[in-house]
């Protein structure tokens, strides 16, 4: 099944979403890594993309499963070896996104130099907001980013802090692998990921761009 965004009257196909790690210095280090010199990125599939919100479901065997908050990006055209000039143009809009984790599946895979996929890529993995057009948000390097779980705040930070803009990233991409209408590029979150359960009800807002609910449930077989 495809899986699509609407966009500023359009209907874009998604083929792919990028997702930047280290991003945020704060981040970085409350996971003890070290500070990327160059954008650093990885995969999701489509089909883990839930557009506007929903039910995230968990895998029982997955262990600890966290929520990370992000301003998402769409590009709404193709592009190839871009300069971050070029690579602006190109976004579309902009969304909250939920990068959903497995985070004990990433460590031992990161342990045995296994890739990411299975802890990143699980349907509903990829909760995404509706996608407000790219000229409604004036500045999206500065833009406050807040998760609550629960109610309670667990992430609150802005996009000010990201380590590499959304230009930069775009372009280092797009040096890897063509940009095309619907691409996604979730631009990493901030300190403060928090690990979810069954019955979690998560509520995120970026001002301006809008916000993202979901509840929590067990996956069942």
Not at 37 to 48: I, R, W
Not at 54 to 71: N, S, W, Y
């Amino acid at each position: 099944m495809a899986h699509t965004l609407d966009v500023d009257g359009q209907t874009l196909t998604v083929s792919k979403i990028v997702c930047m790690a280290r991003n945020y210095a704060e981040h970085a280090k409350e996971l003890g890594h070290a500070l990327p010199k160059e954008p650093v990125y990885f995969l999701k599939p489509p089909s883990c993309l839930m557009p506007g919100g929903g039910e995230i479901r968990m895998p029982t065997d997955a262990g600890r499963v966290d929520v990370e908050t992000e301003l998402a990006v769409v590009v709404g055209g193709t592009g190839r070896d871009l300069t971050p000039v070029e690579a602006a143009e190109l976004v579309a809009g902009y969304a909250v996104f939920f990068d959903i984790t497995g985070r004990d599946l990433q460590r031992a895979a990161a342990k045995e130099g296994n890739p990411w996929t299975a802890a990143k890529g699980y349907d509903t993995f990829g909760p995404i907001s509706p996608v407000v057009p790219a000229r409604t948000v004036p500045d999206p390097a500065d833009l406050d980013l807040r998760l609550r779980v629960n109610g309670t705040v667990r992430q609150d930070s802005n996009t000010k802090h990201m380590i590499f803009k959304i230009p930069e990233t775009l372009a280092a991409v797009s040096r890897v692998m063509a940009l095309e209408p619907g691409d996604v590029l979730a631009t990493g979150t901030p300190e403060g990921v928090w690990p979810i359960h069954p019955g979690d009800v998560l509520d995120a807002e970026i001002p301006g761009v809008g916000g993202l609910r979901c509840t929590v449930a067990a996956r069942k077989p």
